[in-house]
């Protein structure tokens, strides 16, 4: 399901790319001239740039504070799964049984 979604976000995202990257998606009202950066739709640059601009601020703040993508156990496995055989092993733990 999560592949089925991903599809469909990677298509609308293509989509409109494509669609805002065009020079006459946006038009000046008071001079009928088409707003573009560098030939491209100024709609889809101000969007990519956003993107990037966002990739290099998590890659910086990464950089400042390592431990902030790492969660709060480094190393372990994350997730429902591993949250649920951890609990598993705590009880069975306190309960002797392993």
Request: charged content about 15%; hydrophobic content about 55%.
């Amino acid at each position: 399901m999560p592949l089925l979604g991903a599809i469909m976000l990677t298509v609308v995202f293509a989509y409109g790319l494509i669609s805002y990257s065009k020079p006459d998606y946006l038009v000046d009202e008071a001079t009928g001239e088409n707003v573009t950066i560098l030939g491209f739709g100024a709609v889809a640059v101000v969007g990519i740039g956003a993107l990037v601009l966002g990739v290099i601020m998590m890659f910086v703040w990464w950089a400042i504070v390592a431990g902030l993508l790492q969660g709060p156990n480094p190393g372990a496995p994350f997730g429902p799964a591993a949250r649920t055989s951890d609990r598993r092993r705590r009880v069975l733990r306190v309960a002797g049984l392993r």
